[in-house]
């Protein structure tokens, strides 16, 4: 926690960053356990900034409860700034400080999120992901604290200053949206150079394209990070956990805080990710944004869906609805968080770059249409559509032992040996990988195979496509991938996740750095110059519908460990 200088007040700020994440193994059969997903943390982040700062000058109506705001009801404003979307919402949070002298009221409830009227024309538009975190969050925050405990914190933090306000900024990476517009604009051609001078945090172009990194699950994450970590209650790992702990707190103690506070998080973050989506996804993403690369099998979706299904009538008032999901949170439920999470760590050779692809057409809701497709290969005994499925996830566990094989052999040479062998294999062809023999042939073989292994997942996942009539790789991306895995140096391409027309991902030989040149990376240089002048016009029946064109995303992977962090290198 830190005083910001900024906004002129002597409040104390917290801020919190999650990555976002590109799943580049697992893709549908995550979603049923005990398949695992491949998930790799990417250094592009969602920030969320908490702390007091003076109210807005205007116009504002006074809290209205239908008679609820009595002697025991006590309300401070609480406003999210989004400003790369120019949006504030404005809201007053209503709680109760002692629930023994509740009122009586039939509509009566102990903590409720109002909209505010600032004087806009128009109502606030309604975000499920940030309203139902907020109204989740204060009910943990709340229910842990105790009530009066609360109201004390409340309190002490606004000074007696009633017009101050519990202000939330939230920031994306540029990664997180298309940057092709923006680049457009300026007339700068599509490369990694041009898109790191673009403006921090640049408000994306309308219609807003997202570019796959889990933007929703980053921001449900970080969110939450910082309204817990403001209110004292959990410990968080800071900057990649390299904080020095104080005299009287042994450096093992702090470690375990700060896992317990990333398991509070993430419990918390998978139901409000869920509650917001309106249905229970994997949770590789969310969990990729507490803990960093990972391979990820779910959880039991029963933990979830009797809840869930409830249905939002008005009978069941949202924060009554966040009080039971919260009871999942605590730790006599911790055996009811069944999945489980493997450090995955890329060879030190192995880097990651993403490309934006923009112009393709948009695609049906494809997990579900897969979904029906293997429920139907299964009762209806199908047998090569069954075995579609179940090669997917033999081949997605042989991807995760081939790239342990690989790691275990790079460990094993030394640094000299490691260096010649990356650099022969980053310049050449991957058909001539197999031809290379002495001790370069040891990371030559288990790497043709790794890559031989993506090659047939993207085959499997075409022909499950084909079946259920989705593209899961479009024609587009396949001759995009296949083109990109033609330079020197590319292990593997293909889209990530559930697929379609928006994202590909690239695993290429990045080389062990020579002191020399340190920021030599020139694979990636070769994909980027195929990428710059990339245009492919992309038909729809016999006429040629969008022209897709392709940039490359500033973001690399990070390890496991590198998820929700605090941070103060983001200031108000």
């Not at 419990?267 to 917001?276: D, R």
């Not at 290429?508 to 990636?524: C, K, T, W």
């Given at each position: 926690m830190k005083v910001d200088k900024e906004t002129n007040c002597p409040f104390t700020f917290v801020t919190t960053s999650a990555p976002g994440k590109v799943l580049v193994s697992g893709g549908y059969l995550v979603l049923e356990s005990p398949n695992i997903g491949l998930v790799l943390a990417v250094d592009s982040r969602f920030h969320s900034t908490v702390g007091i700062i003076p109210g807005c000058e205007g116009k504002e109506e006074q809290p209205s409860c239908d008679g609820l705001l009595h002697n025991n009801t006590h309300y401070f404003k609480l406003d999210v700034h989004s400003p790369q979307f120019s949006s504030v919402l404005y809201y007053y949070l209503m709680y109760e400080v002692d629930s023994n002298n509740a009122s009586n009221h039939a509509n009566h409830l102990p903590i409720q999120l109002i909209p505010r009227n600032m004087g806009?024309?128009?109502?606030?538009?309604?975000?499920?992901?940030?309203?139902?975190?907020?109204?989740?969050?204060?009910?943990?925050?709340?229910?842990?604290?105790?009530?009066?405990s609360f109201h004390e914190f409340v309190l002490t933090n606004l000074q007696g200053n009633t017009e101050a306000v519990l202000?939330?900024?939230?920031?994306?990476?540029?990664?997180?949206?298309?940057?092709?517009?923006?680049?457009?604009?300026?007339?700068?051609?599509r490369t990694s150079l041009n898109m790191s001078l673009l403006p921090k945090f640049l408000p994306p172009s309308l219609p807003v394209r997202k570019t796959g990194l889990g933007s929703s699950a980053a921001l449900v994450t970080c969110l939450l990070g910082s309204l817990l970590r403001y209110f004292n209650l959990v410990a968080l790992p800071v900057?990649?956990?390299?904080?020095?702990?104080d005299k009287e707190e042994s450096e093992l103690r702090l470690r375990q805080k700060q896992l317990e506070?990333?398991?509070?998080?993430?419990?918390?973050?998978?139901?409000?990710?869920?509650?917001?989506?309106?249905?229970?996804g994997s949770g590789f993403d969310v969990s990729s944004a507490v803990y960093g690369s990972q391979v990820y099998s779910r959880f039991n979706p029963d933990l979830l869906s009797e809840l869930l299904a409830q249905p939002d009538d008005g009978s069941s008032s949202p924060y009554n609805k966040g009080?039971?999901?919260?009871?999942?949170?605590?730790?006599?439920?911790?055996?009811?968080?069944?999945?489980?999470?493997?450090?995955?760590?890329?060879?030190?050779g192995i880097e990651l770059v993403m490309a934006d692809v923009c112009g393709g057409s948009e695609s049906p809701s494809m997990a579900t249409n897969i979904m029906v497709w293997k429920k139907k290969a299964l009762e209806s005994g199908i047998n090569e559509d069954i075995m579609i499925w179940k090669g997917l996830a033999c081949v997605n566990e042989q991807i995760q032992k081939s790239i342990q094989i690989i790691i275990n052999i790079e460990e094993s040479l030394d640094e000299d040996m490691k260096q010649k062998s990356w650099n022969l294999l980053k310049n050449s062809r991957a058909e001539q990988w197999v031809n290379h023999s002495g001790d370069v042939s040891l990371l030559a073989q288990p790497l043709f195979t790794l890559r031989t292994l993506f090659l047939e997942a993207r085959s499997l996942l075409r022909k499950m496509g084909s079946k259920a009539g989705v593209p899961v790789e479009p024609e587009s991306q396949t001759v995009l991938a296949n083109s990109t895995m033609e330079i020197p140096g590319v292990v593997a391409a293909g889209v990530p996740g559930a697929g379609g027309n928006d994202a590909l991902f690239?695993?290429?030989?990045?080389?062990?750095?020579?002191?020399?040149?340190?920021?030599?990376?020139?694979?990636?240089?070769?994909?980027?110059?195929?990428?710059?002048?990339?245009?492919?016009?992309h038909k729809i029946g016999e006429d040629l519908g969008s022209t897709i064109v392709v940039c490359p995303l500033l973001a690399r992977h990070v390890r496991f460990g590198d998820g929700l962090i605090e941070t103060d290198n983001l200031s108000w």
């Open positions: 806009l024309p128009q109502k606030q538009k309604d975000n499920p992901f940030i309203e139902n975190t907020l109204v989740l969050a204060f009910a943990f925050i709340r229910n842990t604290m105790s009530p009066s202000a939330i900024k939230l920031r994306a990476d540029n990664d997180f949206y298309s940057q092709i517009p923006a680049l457009r604009e300026r007339r700068l051609e900057d990649n956990l390299k904080l020095v702990p506070g990333l398991r509070i998080v993430h419990n918390l973050s998978q139901i409000c990710h869920c509650w917001a989506q309106g249905k229970i009080l039971q999901l919260v009871n999942l949170v605590q730790d006599s439920n911790m055996s009811l968080w069944d999945s489980t999470v493997i450090p995955l760590v890329l060879p030190k690239v695993l290429y030989i990045r080389g062990v750095d020579s002191g020399n040149e340190p920021h030599d990376d020139v694979v990636r240089d070769r994909i980027g110059t195929l990428w710059k002048d990339w245009s492919y016009s």
